[in-house]
């Protein structure tokens, strides 16, 4: 050896996962989270940090086994429960949903649907105060923002009538369908639609005279569900985390063969451009403003408005559930986005700065 001194850079190591909640916490993004990263049947990282709200009322930490309303991620709950509907009654996805509703024109698919290709951009929370009974022709009367297969303009609209056609296939409502076909296959006991326990469900937004808790927070889910009794199928499960991540698992690695493989194939390799990156049927794909750069090719995800995510990989088997109140007590607070990415780019194996 020379004797020359050689000054080595510290290695810097990325936040843990925790660390990345509780900076969110700090910024105000959301007053509590739980975060549950896997890969196939291994536990990454179970994490619960905050409380479920600001004031008195609500300062209780949040754990492992909070519940929060998945919002939109609830889409995908409702995007298996058709494919297995589907599947039964050998109906393919080219089907049209005129065949089911004639007031909808031919050119519309059920893929169309499960891609938010279908054209329909009509915002079906415009029909909060309609009669259940006037909305699917309401939605019809309305002008397609383009022709079906031109693009991706994403709406609640699109699983509302998916979730319709399951149950016209079915006989029964989504939410049956989603209990004998999912939760109940896989034992998710604490996944539901109005859970009963409000002591451990973390509380939305507030509103005149209140705040919305175990009350499901999309406008026209909770109306659909007050009118019907049923999920709307665009919004409304309840659920902890571990319990997204268990039905995720039927997407990363075909847990309990509750799909067929080529549903899940198809899901992942049909691709509609969709702004910088894709959607297939009902997931995201290739998404790194949540999903992060060090996602590999094939990530797909889901965001909820309420503050949910859930990104997975089905070649690695990485599922990654981060669920938060960030519309707690408003819509209005920091972007929680950034810290979900860093998550997932914790959880990919790399490390990535807000």
Request: net charge negative; with cysteine; hydrophobic share 40%.
């Amino acid at each position: 050896m020379s004797g020359e001194f050689i000054r080595c850079q510290p290695m810097i190591q990325p936040l843990s996962p925790r660390a990345i909640l509780e900076d969110g916490i700090a910024a105000r993004a959301f007053p509590g989270a739980v975060c549950h990263l896997s890969r196939r049947d291994e536990i990454l990282c179970h994490e619960a940090a905050g409380s479920l709200g600001y004031d008195a009322l609500f300062d209780v930490p949040a754990t492992r086994e909070t519940i929060y309303d998945l919002a939109s991620v609830t889409k995908i709950y409702t995007l298996t429960a058709a494919l297995c509907m589907l599947r039964d009654a050998k109906i393919a996805l080219e089907t049209s949903i005129h065949a089911f509703y004639p007031v909808f024109d031919a050119e519309i698919t059920l893929e169309h649907l499960m891609a938010h290709a279908s054209g329909i951009s009509f915002p079906i929370q415009a029909l909060e105060k309609v009669a259940a009974n006037e909305w699917i022709e309401r939605i019809a009367a309305e002008p397609r923002a383009d022709a079906p297969g031109n693009s991706v303009l994403y709406s609640c609209t699109n699983l509302f009538l998916l979730a319709r056609v399951a149950e016209s296939v079915a006989g029964v409502s989504l939410d049956e369908i989603i209990e004998t076909r999912i939760l109940n296959p896989l034992g998710l006991q604490n996944t539901s639609f109005a859970p009963s326990d409000l002591d451990n469900v973390a509380p939305t937004e507030f509103y005149e005279g209140g705040v919305w808790r175990g009350v499901v927070h999309d406008e026209a889910a909770r109306s659909w569900r007050v009118q019907t009794g049923t999920c709307a199928g665009n919004a409304g499960i309840f659920a902890p985390a571990a319990e997204v991540a268990r039905f995720a698992q039927i997407w990363s690695h075909n847990e309990g063969g509750i799909l067929h493989p080529d549903d899940i194939t198809r899901a992942f390799t049909t691709r509609y451009a969709e702004n910088e990156y894709w959607r297939g049927l009902g997931f995201q794909l290739d998404a790194p403003f949540y999903m992060s750069d060090q996602a590999p090719r094939g990530t797909a995800g889901h965001l909820g408005f309420t503050g949910p995510s859930l990104v997975l990989n089905p070649q690695s088997g990485h599922v990654a559930v981060v669920l938060n109140n960030r519309v707690h007590p408003t819509r209005n607070g920091p972007n929680r986005l950034p810290f979900q990415r860093q998550i997932s780019a914790w959880m990919f194996g790399g490390d990535e700065e807000a």
